[in-house]
């Protein structure tokens, strides 16, 4: 053995050892978990809230050996909490302390402004302790309305800010523009609409591509999105008759720094002035992207567009997108690349899907793909629902799908499971409902089939039905009325088999009622999802409360 090469060995491992304290980087709701080493057996983890007793368990983390690192998240927190994480791995045990980020933001300056039609510019920045609070005067409606006469209605230019309860009109180019590489920055309860450029197919020469509601350049990132009504761009996204699509966006983040919340936004508008992606960015084909790392996309609504509900591409390193409501949409959730990972899509519901204003076939609940290293990065895919009719047409899209999980899905689509792709890792799929016929690489051992049937209500709760009604073949003796006949091929009714039909998945579905987990979304039994501005808070902005200011120009 070369005595130089295990010398230089000898020193990459401790170099390794030296470095392998975990970290914890918290969300409101979740924490990313970190741990360098360059051994690949299981580490396991289990949390508990700081003090409490009983250690409860989560999913192994993921390793990669690129980079010699097992990675993964905890869900379900509690926000302002203080955790203990416990990881066991390779005879060793480490317990790691952190607290989930507070949902209450310290205030220190309050800039109150008025109805204007020049851009407002917002250059002070606060500090941890006290953020810098731009709002309406107490009780009135604050619009900006820059009357397409400047490229962007409200510009940040600073960290620690928070933007509450403004209404941005009539930008030429971006609604809300944020500046490269400022962090700390929170829109809330905002209405961004009329933004933008005409939009419309590249090849046409039409240069309105990702002109959006909030817009975050290069390197900016701890930011957090919430409660806002982004609707109604100028400009319009081609559907796929005339290439791909290119025009507005709700939301765009350019290789963001990460650690990133947007929850319980309303990403909508009608089909004549449709979105490229609602939520977005890039680079796509990257190790940063659109969130990148360490961030949370849930509890949104977002209808009419002609690409992606959400486009998470690029790291998406520790990323969960969960609770979100999707239609009105080409493909629910794009994924490619997802260069590191985990990534986490988990009870979601999907719902229409259209290729073009004509063409109702839709596309992807999933989209997949990736190029060389930008690619290979784990994917969890559990809880979803997918609705019927006019719903997606595939699972996944047709691209290579590396390194996949899916568990306790539904999946009701008459196209292609997984795509046919070869891959070095085929991914595991198991324990979903699929309608189709085409499983594609997918060889599931547990899936349950069978026709659904779904209750909707003024909530969007789509619970599943107790019940399903199916064809028994055969000459069936039936009881008609107290008369006994032969019936060929009776529909009959039988116990709905996604009910009790999932698997245990640590974490992810704890608090299951009956015998199993329930496949889908919504577990019978349990408090609905709720979507959108008010899931949460019953919180009303200035501008639904008062009336606009009779200003002149």
């Not at 741990?35 to 250690?55: F, I, L, M, N």
């Not at 604050?142 to 309860?165: C, E, F, K, L, P």
């Not at 998470?312 to 080409?330: D, F, L, P």
Request: neutral net charge; glycine residues 12%.
């Amino acid at each position: 053995m070369n005595p130089l090469g295990t010398a230089i060995s000898s020193f990459l491992f401790l170099a390794v050892t030296a470095l392998a304290a975990p970290t914890a980087i918290p969300t409101f709701e979740c924490v990313s978990v970190y741990h360098p080493s360059p051994d690949k057996s299981a580490c396991q983890v289990h949390y508990r809230v700081a003090g409490a007793t009983e250690w409860r368990p989560a999913l192994d983390l993921v390793f990669d050996p690129r980079n010699a690192e097992h990675r993964g998240s905890i869900v379900g927190l509690q926000p302002d909490t203080a955790y203990e994480v416990r990881l066991t791995h390779a005879g060793q045990t480490h317990v790691v302390p952190v607290r989930t980020r507070s949902e209450r933001f310290p205030i220190g300056k309050t800039t109150h402004v008025g109805s204007q039609f020049t851009p407002l510019e917002i250059r002070e920045s606060g500090t941890p302790a006290g953020y810098h609070l731009v709002t309406p005067h107490p009780q009135t409606r604050a619009t900006i309305d820059v009357r397409n006469q400047a490229d962007h209605t409200i510009v940040i230019d600073a960290d620690y800010v928070v933007v509450r309860g403004l209404e941005a009109r009539n930008a030429a180019r971006h609604g809300i523009y944020i500046k490269p590489g400022r962090h700390h920055v929170v829109v809330e309860d905002c209405r961004i609409a009329f933004w933008g450029r005409i939009g419309g197919p590249v090849s046409f020469g039409n240069v309105g591509n990702s002109d959006s509601g909030i817009y975050a350049e290069r390197g900016a990132g701890h930011l957090v999105f919430q409660r806002n009504l982004i609707e109604n761009p100028r400009g319009a996204s081609n559907d796929w008759d005339t290439g791909h699509p290119a025009g507005p966006q709700g939301i765009s983040l350019i290789n963001s720094s990460g650690n990133n919340v947007i929850r319980h936004n309303e990403i909508v508008t009608t089909e004549d002035h449709g979105f490229n992606d609602a939520i977005g960015g890039g680079s796509n084909f990257s190790n940063e992207g659109s969130p990148n790392r360490d961030s949370d996309i849930y509890g949104n609504i977002i209808a009419g567009v002609w690409d992606d509900g959400i486009e998470s591409e690029g790291a998406n390193m520790n990323v969960r997108i969960w609770g979100n409501y999707i239609y009105r949409v080409y493909q629910h959730v794009a994924t490619a690349s997802t260069s590191k990972g985990p990534l986490y899509v988990f009870r979601n519901v999907f719902g229409v899907a259209r290729r073009t204003q004509t063409d109702p076939i839709g596309g992807a609940m999933i989209k997949t793909g990736g190029r060389g290293e930008f690619s290979g990065g784990r994917k969890f895919i559990f809880h979803n629902t997918a609705l019927q009719p006019r719903g997606a047409f595939t699972v996944f899209s047709g691209h290579a799908d590396p390194n996949t999980v899916t568990r306790n899905n539904i999946f009701d689509c008459p196209g292609r499971l997984a795509s046919s792709q070869p891959v070095d890792d085929p991914g595991d799929y198991d324990y979903d409902f699929y309608s189709g016929n085409e499983r594609g690489r997918a060889q599931e051992r547990h899936g349950v089939r069978g026709k659904l049937a779904y209750v909707p209500s003024h909530y969007l709760e789509f619970y599943p039905a107790p019940v399903t009604t199916r064809v028994q073949f055969g000459k069936i003796p039936v009881n008609l009325g107290g008369k006994m006949v032969e019936i060929t091929d009776p529909v009959v009714t039988a116990p709905n088999p996604v009910i009790d039909g999932g698997a245990r998945l640590p974490n992810f579905n704890d608090d299951f009622t009956g015998r199993a987990p329930d496949i889908g979304a919504f577990e019978v039994g349990r408090p609905p999802l709720r979507f959108g501005r008010r899931a949460v808070e019953n919180v009303w902005a200035p501008w639904e409360l008062y009336a606009a200011e009779q200003t002149a120009p």
